[in-house]
């Protein structure tokens, strides 16, 4: 079965820019996203958000070998980034976290495009990327630092034709 999957670690604010962040932790990010911007009207369902993110799109790595190769960027700056979720969050938020961390992993199942586009036709089924798990040291770092893990799963295979 075709698979494309990558992960990533996100900070997400309301209150601290990308920048912020990155001058705080001293990582530069893979990737940065604001989310309805100031200067547009005001959507109340989707509030103002700058994210910041490391991100791992290797192919041929299973999820767990993704992981790493993120949290291997991030792991110097543990105790960095647990201040920075302690500094800009607290019990008494009415509105909830002022900074949000996330690992993501996203997987698409069934992908024939991107699988086509990732190896070589030699190349494939050369590895199992299904299996991961996540080891100790990746439990006891989004555990200091607060982290939710969060899985999207999507099946990109064809939906029968309707009678």
Known sequence: MPLHQYVYFALSSRNITAQEI????????????????????VDPANPFCQIWKVVCREPDLRVDEQIAHVLGRLRPQTERIAELMKQYNSADDEDGPYLEARLEVVRYFNDTEQQDKARQPQDRDKHNLFGWALDREAITFLAATGTLLDVDEYDMAPSPPSA
């Open 22 to 41: 990155t001058d705080a932790l001293g990582i530069e990010p893979d990737e940065t996203r604001v989310v309805n911007p100031r200067h547009l009207p």
